[in-house]
């Protein structure tokens, strides 16, 4: 067996909590710093009991340690702001990036999208970008259908509970619904992706509930519902909360007048099959509750990233 | 006497009545009449909002942008509005609908979500555009939480918000003393919007404006989700008959609405817009008004009942926009029937 890789997280807030308890369980990697920006925040006092380095100097501190040199993969879950200023430190330094952020500086990652075609291999690519929760949740769907039909459009609902919708996320929504939208198209294979996002503040919190609706071209059902079946089990691979919530069910359209599918953003007007996809992400519960499953869906989706990028850096390259 | 504004809501609201298939010259005749009548504000957007055409919600029959230019084309004297629901629609689907010539948003978030709307209220702002606030499914949320989020609106820069009672499930003391909350904590304008399911519809608002509201929502024949809106032509004849006692003046004619009601939107109508049993249920169970005809369409296809859909839906806590549950909930509850072997 070789030996684990080492890694380091960027930010101890939620998302490098929750990813540094689940890197703990990792055969693979092993995390050997964490640097925040709070002293006294949780997240690097946990990391400092496990033994990891901790800085609260943020990226600088990191570099200044000892240890940098030895670290190939970084997680960056600070802001897209943060990770902007981040990024060319980290190529200049040679890292590999998994980047958390809605910045998206390198190309969008779905791990099961790119396992058997991977960018991992590709020593261009440096850094890459996680897209959204509900990408993370959605697009694997999109991605599947897409290899076994035409998708002329794929929507997507996400609805997460308001308890685990943080300020960044409040503040600026539009970006989660353009990011989503356009990773349905480049990585879910879809002509024109939406996305819309709901926050439900029930007591007690809602479990994480994603629906793909499709306009396909009509295929074969049984291939549509065992590709379905298939996809929902790579996925749950890493995201052990990831199931459908229902069969999949379809039923024909006519005339659907589908905005911006058309030339220079015009409405097209379609046939086909309206397919409905209803998943559930309940969390693993690593840090952060059960119910922020699209908090947990990135992480675990980042976790299963920087595998893939420590496995294509192995002698003999990708697992 | 203080001025109400009236807001028409019929080319809006109205939209999930008709499946989001209102004609292009449907929206103008109506929005002609509207005018003629002399309403101050007049609402043309998908019925859930800028952006809102998609499989979850319905395709409209056209493009948003050709329905705000052809109703602003008509317009001399009531304003061109829009609603941007933060989630669905973006800042890019509200400068469009700036271009094409509207100047009022009504930016919706459910009533304990108000900081999601901060992003559209600034930009709105920053267009000079009339900004308001728009707090959704009010009955589900404490008066002292709706007035927390309420604050939040007014501070990002809405020049009013809204208690909204978007299942039609308030009655007047629930109306009464979400808006008397608003006016005593705010500064900005307060306004009231709600659908007619408990039959309530006229008199929630005329307890609104009671209470201090200073624009009130209502749509021609009430054509809007569920049973409907507050009757705009039956609204202005009790206003009027009330006017001394309200301290209220509006600038709007009652014959002309009359006849818009009679002579344009009834005849519109494809599902009656009225109390029926299934309308009835929303406001019962507390449920988000535009679920009705997708839950109507989901327990045909599934063979269930519509009313236990909503009662279902209105169970689980669902908020607007979860359309997508309503086949989850009618694939449980037909999937409950076959296990149970007893046919419904």
Same mark, same amino acid.
């Given at each position: 067996m070789s030996p684990r890789t080492p890694v380091a997280i960027l930010g101890s807030g939620h998302i490098g909590t929750d990813l540094a308890a689940k890197l703990a369980r990792s055969t693979t990697l092993e995390l050997r710093a964490m640097a925040g920006? =709070?002293?006294?925040s949780p997240g690097l006092q946990r990391a400092a009991q496990a033994g990891v380095f901790t800085t609260a100097e943020g990226l600088a501190g990191l570099r200044a340690w000892a240890g940098w040199d030895a670290i190939a993969v970084v997680f960056d879950a600070t802001s897209a702001g943060a990770h902007l200023a981040h990024a060319p430190l980290l190529h200049a330094d040679g890292k590999r990036v998994v980047d958390l952020t809605p910045a998206a500086v390198g190309p969008f990652v779905v791990p099961v999208a790119h396992e058997t075609n991977s960018i991992f291999d590709n020593d261009q690519v440096t850094n890459i970008n996680m897209v959204t929760c509900g990408g993370q949740a959605t697009i694997p769907i999109v991605w599947a259908i897409s290899r076994l039909t035409n998708v002329y459009y794929a929507e997507i609902v996400a609805a997460i509970s308001s308890r685990s919708a943080g300020p960044g996320t409040r503040a600026n929504i539009d970006e989660f619904t353009r990011t989503t939208a356009h990773g349905l198209e480049?990585?879910?294979?879809?002509r024109r992706g939406k996305a819309i996002i709901v926050l439900n503040p029930a007591e007690p919190p809602i479990v994480m509930r994603d629906t793909v609706h499709l306009l396909v071209e009509p295929c074969d059902p049984a291939a549509l519902q065992d590709a379905v079946a298939a996809v929902v089990e790579r996925v749950g691979a890493y995201?052990?909360?990831?199931?459908?919530?229902a069969p999949v069910v379809h039923q024909p359209i006519h005339g659907a007048r589908v905005p911006g599918l058309g030339e220079g953003g015009a409405a097209e007007v379609v046939d086909g099959w309206h397919v409905t996809v209803l998943l559930e992400v309940e969390g693993?519960? =690593?840090?952060?509750?059960?119910?922020a499953g699209n908090l947990d869906i990135m992480t675990a989706a980042a976790q299963r990233a920087g595998e893939l990028f420590a496995a294509a850096l192995q002698p003999g390259g990708a697992a | 006497m203080r001025r109400l504004l009236l807001h028409d809501v019929t080319l809006r609201d109205g939209m999930h009545a008709l499946a989001h298939q209102i004609t292009l010259e449907q929206m103008v005749e109506v929005a002609r009449r509207i005018d003629a009548a002399g309403i101050d504000l007049i609402e043309v957007s998908h019925g859930d909002g800028l952006g809102g055409g998609s499989l979850n919600y319905g395709f409209a029959r056209h493009d948003e942008r050709e329905y705000l230019e052809a109703v602003a084309a008509v317009l001399t004297r009531t304003r061109l509005g829009v609603l941007l629901l933060p989630g669905i629609g973006t800042v890019d689907d509200l400068q469009m609908a700036y271009d094409a010539g509207a100047r009022n948003v009504r930016v919706a978030t459910h009533s304990t979500e108000a900081d999601i709307s901060r992003q559209h209220i600034e930009a709105a702002r920053g267009l000079g555009m009339d900004t308001v606030g728009f707090l959704m499914m009010a009955h589900l949320t404490p008066t002292a939480r709706l007035v927390q989020e309420a604050r939040k609106m007014q501070s990002y820069g809405a020049h009013c918000v809204y208690v909204v009672d978007s299942a039609g499930a308030m009655d007047m003391a629930d109306t009464r003393e979400r808006v008397t909350a608003l006016k005593d904590a705010l500064d900005c304008q307060v306004g009231f919007h709600n659908h007619d399911n408990l039959g309530l519809g006229v008199a929630n608002t005329l307890v609104a404006v009671e209470a201090g509201a200073d624009r009130v929502d209502a749509s021609l024949a009430g054509? !809007?989700? !569920?049973? !409907?809106?507050?009757?705009l032509e039956v609204l202005v004849a009790a206003l009027d008959r009330g006017r001394e006692r309200l301290g209220v003046e509006i600038g709007a004619a009652l014959y002309p609405l009359i006849d818009a009601a009679d002579q344009v939107v009834r005849p519109m109508m494809q599902r009656p817009v009225q109390i029926d049993g299934r309308a009835l249920v929303l406001g019962w169970a507390g449920v988000y008004s535009s679920f009705l005809i997708h839950a109507e369409r989901a327990a045909e296809r599934f063979g269930v009942d519509a009313r236990d859909i909503l009662v279902e839906l209105g169970r689980r806590r669902m908020v607007g926009g979860q359309e997508d549950m309503i086949v989850d909930v009618a694939l449980e509850l037909a999937e409950r029937a076959r296990t149970a072997g007893s046919p419904r």
């Amino acid at each position: 067996m070789s030996p684990r890789t080492p890694v380091a997280i960027l930010g101890s807030g939620h998302i490098g909590t929750d990813l540094a308890a689940k890197l703990a369980r990792s055969t693979t990697l092993e995390l050997r710093a964490m640097a925040g920006i =709070d002293p006294e925040s949780p997240g690097l006092q946990r990391a400092a009991q496990a033994g990891v380095f901790t800085t609260a100097e943020g990226l600088a501190g990191l570099r200044a340690w000892a240890g940098w040199d030895a670290i190939a993969v970084v997680f960056d879950a600070t802001s897209a702001g943060a990770h902007l200023a981040h990024a060319p430190l980290l190529h200049a330094d040679g890292k590999r990036v998994v980047d958390l952020t809605p910045a998206a500086v390198g190309p969008f990652v779905v791990p099961v999208a790119h396992e058997t075609n991977s960018i991992f291999d590709n020593d261009q690519v440096t850094n890459i970008n996680m897209v959204t929760c509900g990408g993370q949740a959605t697009i694997p769907i999109v991605w599947a259908i897409s290899r076994l039909t035409n998708v002329y459009y794929a929507e997507i609902v996400a609805a997460i509970s308001s308890r685990s919708a943080g300020p960044g996320t409040r503040a600026n929504i539009d970006e989660f619904t353009r990011t989503t939208a356009h990773g349905l198209e480049v990585v879910g294979g879809a002509r024109r992706g939406k996305a819309i996002i709901v926050l439900n503040p029930a007591e007690p919190p809602i479990v994480m509930r994603d629906t793909v609706h499709l306009l396909v071209e009509p295929c074969d059902p049984a291939a549509l519902q065992d590709a379905v079946a298939a996809v929902v089990e790579r996925v749950g691979a890493y995201v052990p909360g990831y199931r459908l919530a229902a069969p999949v069910v379809h039923q024909p359209i006519h005339g659907a007048r589908v905005p911006g599918l058309g030339e220079g953003g015009a409405a097209e007007v379609v046939d086909g099959w309206h397919v409905t996809v209803l998943l559930e992400v309940e969390g693993a519960g =690593d840090w952060l509750p059960k119910h922020a499953g699209n908090l947990d869906i990135m992480t675990a989706a980042a976790q299963r990233a920087g595998e893939l990028f420590a496995a294509a850096l192995q002698p003999g390259g990708a697992a | 006497m203080r001025r109400l504004l009236l807001h028409d809501v019929t080319l809006r609201d109205g939209m999930h009545a008709l499946a989001h298939q209102i004609t292009l010259e449907q929206m103008v005749e109506v929005a002609r009449r509207i005018d003629a009548a002399g309403i101050d504000l007049i609402e043309v957007s998908h019925g859930d909002g800028l952006g809102g055409g998609s499989l979850n919600y319905g395709f409209a029959r056209h493009d948003e942008r050709e329905y705000l230019e052809a109703v602003a084309a008509v317009l001399t004297r009531t304003r061109l509005g829009v609603l941007l629901l933060p989630g669905i629609g973006t800042v890019d689907d509200l400068q469009m609908a700036y271009d094409a010539g509207a100047r009022n948003v009504r930016v919706a978030t459910h009533s304990t979500e108000a900081d999601i709307s901060r992003q559209h209220i600034e930009a709105a702002r920053g267009l000079g555009m009339d900004t308001v606030g728009f707090l959704m499914m009010a009955h589900l949320t404490p008066t002292a939480r709706l007035v927390q989020e309420a604050r939040k609106m007014q501070s990002y820069g809405a020049h009013c918000v809204y208690v909204v009672d978007s299942a039609g499930a308030m009655d007047m003391a629930d109306t009464r003393e979400r808006v008397t909350a608003l006016k005593d904590a705010l500064d900005c304008q307060v306004g009231f919007h709600n659908h007619d399911n408990l039959g309530l519809g006229v008199a929630n608002t005329l307890v609104a404006v009671e209470a201090g509201a200073d624009r009130v929502d209502a749509s021609l024949a009430g054509l !809007g989700a !569920g049973a !409907g809106n507050c009757k705009l032509e039956v609204l202005v004849a009790a206003l009027d008959r009330g006017r001394e006692r309200l301290g209220v003046e509006i600038g709007a004619a009652l014959y002309p609405l009359i006849d818009a009601a009679d002579q344009v939107v009834r005849p519109m109508m494809q599902r009656p817009v009225q109390i029926d049993g299934r309308a009835l249920v929303l406001g019962w169970a507390g449920v988000y008004s535009s679920f009705l005809i997708h839950a109507e369409r989901a327990a045909e296809r599934f063979g269930v009942d519509a009313r236990d859909i909503l009662v279902e839906l209105g169970r689980r806590r669902m908020v607007g926009g979860q359309e997508d549950m309503i086949v989850d909930v009618a694939l449980e509850l037909a999937e409950r029937a076959r296990t149970a072997g007893s046919p419904r």
